[in-house]
């Protein structure tokens, strides 16, 4: 790491990925009965990690959810949370692309007070992109998304623990995107988490944005998880990461924490900072990452 580069990293202009979750379905997906995380809980993490603001998604889209009621209920909670602190929390709806209602819930839930932009998480969904039906489900969410000129959040994986996507529903989720080309697009978890053959198909997709027909442009990435879950990589693990990021484009990466409070194994927003300063990006790098406010992804300014 170059020695110039202040690891102490005094805050951030964005925390990309924040989580709230109800008492409820906390009970159903852990079997905890404690309350579920609030904006509270949020604001008192980004305050001691000197964040200004935060994206802040429920678990709608898990398969937990079994219906549209309950989609709408963790959609609600979640306005109702942000809407106590507009002025720094953002929020964004849950969708599971199988229930029947998703295209109608997109639009009734970005109606709500906060409410500004769409997360999908495929493998959470138990979509298999693979299957024609389960294809134009995600086609016709895109379309919405579109429609509403609302910023996309999207995790991809397979169905069975979030495993790669085989090749044919790939292809069917890059054709749907070059379909929606100028729908705006964050990548969570650096594209690909442990999978370093899935960022490199995004890289090399949006390299070539001439054939791919994606528009580079539009595609973000953040690093929440990715980078934690490579901590403890040797120096040159590290950089091969931090190589793909450049490759993507430092300006267009997001600092995002994935805090969900209570939840096993979660970092909190300063705990995810402190991972950061572990990679050895440039001073030049580390400021354009934490002074990324998301307006490009965001509002397409």
């Not at 991809?156 to 996507?165: D, E, T």
Request: with cysteine; aromatic share 6%; hydrophobic share 40%.
């Amino acid at each position: 790491m170059d020695a110039a580069v202040d690891t102490k990293i005094a805050g951030v202009a964005l925390d990309a990925k924040t989580q709230v979750i109800t008492r409820r379905l906390r009970i159903s997906i852990t079997g905890s009965a404690v309350h579920g995380a609030t904006a509270d809980d949020i604001i008192a993490e980004l305050d001691e990690a000197n964040i200004d603001k935060a994206i802040v998604t429920g678990l709608a889209y898990h398969f937990s959810v079994g219906d549209d009621k309950e989609v709408t209920r963790e959609n609600t909670y979640v306005s109702e949370e942000v809407s106590k602190y507009s002025d720094r929390l953002i929020g964004f709806c849950g969708l599971n692309p199988h229930l029947l209602s998703a295209p109608a819930e997109l639009d009734a839930c970005l109606e709500l007070d906060g409410m500004v932009g769409v997360v999908l998480h495929l493998s959470d969904s138990k979509l298999e992109m693979d299957d024609s039906g389960d294809s134009e489900k995600i086609r016709k969410l895109f379309a919405g998304v579109v429609e509403n000129d609302a910023p996309l959040m999207i995790h991809v994986g397979g169905p069975r623990f979030g495993l790669p996507l085989d090749s044919k529903g790939f292809e069917n989720l890059v054709d749907h995107m070059a379909e929606f080309d100028e729908m705006r697009v964050l990548h969570t978890q650096c594209a690909g988490l442990m999978d370093e053959r899935r960022i490199d198909v995004w890289l090399s997709l949006l390299i070539n944005e001439d054939t791919s027909g994606l528009v580079r442009a539009n595609h973000f990435v953040s690093i929440d998880d990715c980078l934690v879950a490579h901590a403890q990589d040797p120096l040159l693990n590290k950089a091969l990461i931090v190589s793909r990021l450049r490759r993507w484009g430092v300006d267009k990466v997001l600092f995002a924490s994935s805090y969900l409070e209570g939840a096993s194994g979660s970092k909190t927003p300063a705990e995810a900072l402190e991972v950061l300063s572990g990679y050895p990006f440039t001073q030049t790098e580390i400021d354009t990452i934490i002074g990324n406010d998301g307006s490009a992804w965001l509002t397409g300014q």
